[in-house]
C-alpha cells in the first residue's frame, strides 16, 4: 500500500503469497502467474494465523 510502500503478490504457480516492496511491483505488472489485487471475501479467507501474547519475565 501507499503508506507501508509494501505489497501482498499471489504467485499462482505455487499459491504461495509473497510479500514484495514498491519497486518490483511494475516488473510484476507485465510478469504473468502473479495475482496483485484481491476481493475483499479473499482477503477475509486468507489464513493469517494468531498473535498470542506472551508472557515475558523481567531480569532481576
Do not use: C, R
Request: net charge negative; charged share 25%.
Amino acid at each position: 500500500n501507499k503508506l507501508t510502500t509494501s505489497y501482498l503478490a499471489l504467485d499462482t504457480n505455487t499459491g504461495y503469497y509473497e510479500h514484495w516492496g514498491e519497486e518490483i511491483i511494475p516488473k510484476l505488472l507485465n510478469k504473468q502467474g502473479y495475482k496483485l489485487s484481491f476481493t475483499q471475501q479473499e482477503i477475509a479467507s486468507m489464513e493469517t494465523g494468531s498473535y498470542e501474547q506472551i508472557k515475558v519475565e523481567e531480569e532481576k
